[in-house]
């Protein structure tokens, strides 16, 4: 984790944002780009190996790399993710690197024998860049958080960006991920079309790239028992019982294949916790943690919650991971388990809001923004750990939004396929640059087991009635593939936990509730 930045001119360091993503190391370098003089600067997080790698990296032929990301795919315990991505790269040029990297990402390269300035974020977007400009192109900058700056927009995640600059002509060259699993959504997003405001700029959309194989690596076959006469057909009733538990199993293998990663690829010095509501998703991803995690080591587990108007903090989600804290004292009473009560007051959340929340939310800056914005913000500055695992992933692949219910009812198996498939397609710019940016103001990396690749084509191999159970009670049919899982871990009480949204759960919607929509712009963030 790291706080990058690239500006078309000297610009002003001052960003207390990015520095507080990065307290390891700062780092920054002046090169010349189509007779331009660019600055690129860098505030490290010294996450992984024994030494740390400093950026902006450099090779002998003038290439500049700026990396804020992880490679899990490597797993040495040594290596360093900014030194093989600058090495791919000079190999195999960019977009055939890409199609290597497993992981959260985003990058900044100056190509300089191509006069090419190259920039993007993975296809999920579970790293934050953000764009700015002010009219011209000499203002251009791309930045990991910005502060309140009216200009800025994040960069959209469908694609890798390869800015040209010649004497004869100015050209933003866009090469869109091939995303195979999203159904009829928009191949752009609202911060794709801002591009377009760039001045003076020929832009062109090239040859879709293929990222990390997201074809289906599912080993099962699926009989088609969907079709337009049964398509609302309760088909839990004709799927063999042998065949779900072997889904069960292929699950749990490439969700423990995840977390093992995420939780063992770290220097020995950084500890790992969880964003835990004590809900179905942050549990089972707890218990999984303790079979790769050092059984010596505390595991965190970090539940936020805000002030209740009758006084005190015994919210929703606070209840719910007392009973799923003992749950996992059960399941491994070895284990030394710790719940970081994280307790907000409404001064405490509106200081923090004007001081700091509101700067590094932006450019998001709805209801829903502002709610989920401050209760990650709260929790990862009440985490003692550095790494932080998060659930979010589950409810878009696994049917666990009451809109995926909606859609069944509507137009059956087809249309909630699609729902789920279009959550997952815009997870990148909903949440995602919002989430890595609030967790990474004090200084820690955000982990999310749920969206692995192997994982998400894992699941995105599997027919909607594998995953979910709309004929069920939304305690259990919903994301009931995810709830077998948790029955087979030992966790039969969270098995049976309904979905909570975080809002909610922690009671913040109810703090400073003033009959707002999720989507409405927040006043309390201007």
């Not at 005190?312 to 989600?317: L, M, N, Y």
């Amino acid at each position: 984790m790291c706080g990058i930045a690239f500006c078309m001119y000297l610009c002003n360091t001052s960003n207390e944002q990015l520095k507080r993503r990065g307290p390891d190391h700062c780092g920054s370098s002046v090169s010349t780009f189509n007779h331009h003089s660019v600055s690129f600067y860098c505030y490290l997080l010294h996450i992984r190996g024994s030494k740390l790698c400093r950026q902006p990296l450099t090779d002998d032929k003038s290439n500049l790399l700026l990396f804020c990301g992880e490679m899990y795919q490597y797993e040495d315990e040594e290596f360093s993710d900014t030194n093989e991505l600058l090495r791919l790269f000079r190999k195999k040029g960019v977009l055939e690197s890409l199609r290597e990297i497993k992981g959260e990402w985003a990058f900044i390269y100056l190509e300089h024998d191509n006069n090419c300035l190259w920039f993007a974020r993975d296809l999920f977007g579970r790293r934050s860049l953000i764009m700015q400009h002010s009219g011209t192109i000499e203002s251009l900058s791309l930045v990991s958080t910005s502060g309140l700056q009216q200009s800025g927009f994040e960069l959209p995640c469908e694609g890798v960006f390869c800015l040209r600059l010649t004497p004869d002509s100015k050209e933003l060259l866009f090469y869109p991920y091939k995303q195979n699993f999203v159904i009829d959504a928009s191949p752009f997003s609202d911060s794709w079309r801002k591009i377009q405001t760039l001045p003076e700029i020929d832009l062109r959309i090239e040859d879709s790239v293929e990222m990390v194989n997201y074809e289906s690596n599912a080993i099962l076959t699926f009989p088609v028992i969907c079709n337009e006469e049964n398509f609302k057909c309760d088909i839990f009733k004709q799927i063999p019982e042998q065949l779900f538990e072997q889904v069960q199993d292929q699950m749990l293998h490439f969700l423990r294949d995840s977390i093992r990663s995420r939780v063992l690829l770290m220097r020995n010095e950084i500890e790992c916790g969880v964003l835990f509501s004590g809900g179905l998703d942050s549990t089972v991803l707890a218990a999984l943690m303790h079979e790769f995690y050092d059984e010596a080591r505390e595991i965190e587990l970090v539940n936020v919650a805000f002030e209740v108007k009758t006084g005190g903090f015994e919210t929703p989600d606070r209840k719910s991971s007392k009973i799923a804290l003992k749950e996992l004292i059960d399941l491994a009473p070895e284990r030394k388990w710790s719940l970081k009560l994280v307790n907000v007051t409404k001064e405490e959340l509106q200081r923090a809001r004007e001081q700091f929340i509101a700067q590094v939310l932006y450019p998001r800056q709805s209801v829903l923004d502002d709610s989920i914005g401050c209760s990650l913000w709260f929790a990862a500055r009440g985490a003692s750990c550095t790494v932080l695992l998060s659930g979010i992933g589950a409810d878009e692949q696994l049917g666990g939004y009451s809109r995926h219910r909606s859609a069944f009812e509507r137009g059956g198996w087809n249309l909630m396929e699609k729902e789920m498939n279009m959550d997952l397609d815009r997870i990148g710019a909903r949440n995602m640059g919002r989430d890595d940016r609030v967790v990474a103001d004090h200084g820690k990396e955000l982990r999310m087991p749920f969206l692995d690749e192997d994982l998400v084509s894992f699941l995105r191999g599997l027919p909607p009635w594998m995953k979910t159970n709309p004929f069920m009670s939304r305690e259990w049919g919903d994301k009931y593939l995810l709830r077998k899982v948790a029955q087979k871990l030992g966790l039969k009480e969270v098995a049976g936990f309904p979905k909570r949204a975080i809002q909610f759960g922690s009671r913040i919607a109810k703090m400073e509730s003033k009959g707002e929509k999720g989507s409405d712009v927040c006043a309390r963030l201007k």
